[in-house]
């Protein structure tokens, strides 16, 4: 009897003692996890001094805003590619700064462009191109961009409305002053480029 009782006191305490074990290693880690967030959200917080008086400022996390950096990328590369003057040294430093956000399908396509007399036709003409942006989808799995636009021409004689599609992938890379959203833009081709109105003007 007396030997049964030391068994049961002996269970009871190894009971009592590996509870008491897995209750403070749940504690120590209830400690490190809040530790750990109260350190990270710490370190998100600067203070700025204004005339000696701090003020909070957060730092934001890159990848909530890198959507509409993104959109922003692309709109502004179909602009400086497709917004174009009658001019050769505006068209040329409008290629050289779009060419930053592209790799070389990008430069492929404006050699195309210039091998069929594109740029020739702008000076000949006079023209002037305005790309107005409709839309920009972007998958952000897949990196994956889909450009809609209507790009007017603006002729002596006529004025020309296209409906402008194209597509590519997104690619991140460091920031710089020619490419300050630090994304390159791959593999970009059209996908439509046709004549939705053509309007003749009066030449009297």
């Known amino acids: 009897m007396i030997i049964k009782n030391i068994e049961a006191k002996i269970r009871l305490a190894t009971f009592i003692a590996g509870g008491s ?5 749940l504690i120590v880690g209830m400690n490190c996890f809040y530790s750990y ?4 959200n710490a370190q998100k917080s600067i203070y700025i001094l204004d005339n000696n008086i701090p003020i909070l ?15 922003a990328d692309v709109d502004l590369f179909h602009s400086l590619f497709f917004s174009l003057t009658p001019d050769d040294n505006y068209m040329e430093y409008q290629m050289k700064k779009a060419m930053y956000l592209v790799d070389q399908s990008g430069m492929e ?4 462009l210039k ?4 740029f020739n036709s702008i000076l000949s003409s006079s023209s002037v191109l305005t790309l107005q942006t409709d839309s920009i989808k ?3 799995p897949k990196h994956y961009f889909r450009y809609y ?11 020309v409305v296209r409906s402008l599609i194209t597509e590519g992938y997104l690619k991140d890379i460091p920031r710089s002053d020619n490419n300050p959203h630090g994304v390159l833009i791959i593999n ?7 004549d939705l109105q053509d309007v003749e003007k009066n030449t009297f």
Not at 37 to 40: A, E, N
Not at 57 to 71: G, H, I, K, S, W
Not at 115 to 118: I, K, P, V
């Open 149 to 159: 636009g209507k790009l007017k021409i603006d002729r002596r004689s006529s004025t």
């Open 37 to 40: 967030k109260m350190v990270s």
């Open 21 to 25: 074990l897995l209750t403070s290693l």
């Open 115 to 118: 091998e069929n007399g594109f």
């Open 138 to 140: 972007v998958e952000m």
């Open 57 to 71: 400022a957060r730092q934001t996390d890159v990848q909530m805003n890198r959507p509409a950096e993104y959109r």
């Open 109 to 112: 396509q404006y050699n195309n």
């Open 188 to 194: 970009w081709k059209t996908l439509e480029n046709k």
